[in-house]
């Protein structure tokens, strides 16, 4: 039995090292970014009531790792995002919430659709916001290395917001990736574009709708959303259509648009005349064709996804119209 219990130290001494290993890596890490925080001008009082949730977790890193490929065409992404389901719930919570939405459309001059739009998508009406502790999937990311400098960065503005709100460590949850409440805002996009909305002298992404809402068309209007330009229109191409023109560069006036026979669906000319647009095809010559405005263009600064920034364009139209603010 002796001989065993030896043997069997010894075979578990063998295998351990690594996890021990990178423990002790993360402790010099974490000792690293303890000084870095001070450096950045966090109080040690914040350093030392977040670092017992600065912790390694090893399913943030499988997470990272294992992301699925996307194979989806953009017709299968759009019906999955935009559903009947999604639809209907959204025009009711664009009216429970009506009065607020409309005073908040009329500070930042974002549409309210759009602000519904977005929180539909980002956690399904609030419904999915993560309960990951972002202390320590931004720490762990961070650890990682391979993208050392944007985790630390992102670190240290949730202490910073943690210091600025005085939340309880514990509560600081979201994603695994560190994106925080109903709108999953990155930490650095917290301190720069969250707002207290309901004046109570708090900024609470997780649980108040009027910071939430506020905070989306915070977001928006800081990044050059132009009211009553819309986003993107359906159009039908010529036959003889040069595909090389359908590219993210590329921007010409509506009008030269329509001077290359590009027209709405119906035949009729297109919408916005004077106003710069892109040719887009998300799914590449053949397929369904937009034309972009310059709203367009702030939806890709929230995600740089072709597929997202037109969903969300066409979820925020079928809310139902007569539920729709007055427009300017």
């Known amino acids: 039995m002796r001989n065993f219990l030896f043997f069997l130290s010894v075979f578990v001494m063998l295998i351990s090292p690594p996890a021990f290993a990178q423990q002790d890596d993360f402790n010099v890490w974490r000792t690293s970014f303890y000084q870095q925080a001070l450096r950045d001008g966090i109080s040690e009082a914040t350093i030392r009531k977040a670092m017992p949730y600065i912790t390694y977790n090893g399913r943030v890193i499988e997470l990272d790792q294992k992301q699925p490929e996307s194979t989806q065409t953009y017709a299968q992404y759009l019906a999955a995002t935009v559903t009947a389901g999604r639809v209907s719930r ?44 972002i202390l320590s999937s931004l720490g762990t990311l961070a650890y990682d290395g391979r993208r050392k400098s944007l985790f ?43 707002v207290d909305g309901n004046a109570d002298g708090q900024i609470d992404l997780r649980n108040s709708l009027p910071d939430v809402f506020a905070s989306i068309a ?25 595909p090389i023109m359908a590219q993210q560069k590329l921007e010409k006036p509506v009008t030269e648009w329509h001077a290359l026979g590009v027209v709405r669906p119906t035949g009729a000319d297109l919408y916005l005349s004077g106003a710069p647009a892109t040719l887009l095809q998300p799914d590449g010559e053949g397929s369904q064709a937009y034309l972009a405005y310059s709203n367009y263009r702030v939806l890709m600064r929230w995600n740089r996804s072709t597929y997202f920034a037109l969903a969300i364009a066409k979820l925020a139209d079928q809310i139902n119209p007569k539920f729709k603010a007055p427009r300017k």
């Open 90 to 133: 959204a025009r009711q919570e664009f009216q429970n919430n009506y009065e607020n939405l409309i005073a908040i459309e009329r500070v930042y001059n974002v549409p309210a659709e759009i602000i519904i739009a977005l929180w539909a998508k980002e956690s399904d009406f609030g419904r999915i916001q993560g309960n990951f502790n």
């Open 152 to 194: 630390e960065s992102e670190l240290l503005a949730a202490l910073r917001f943690m210091e600025q709100e005085n939340i309880d460590p514990k509560e600081m949850l979201g994603s695994w990736a560190g994106a925080m409440g109903q709108c999953q805002f990155i930490p650095t996009s917290v301190l720069k574009y969250a």
């Open 218 to 242: 915070n977001y928006l209007s800081k990044n050059g959303w132009e009211y009553g330009v819309g986003v993107a229109q359906e159009v039908n191409l010529p036959a003889n259509f040069n």
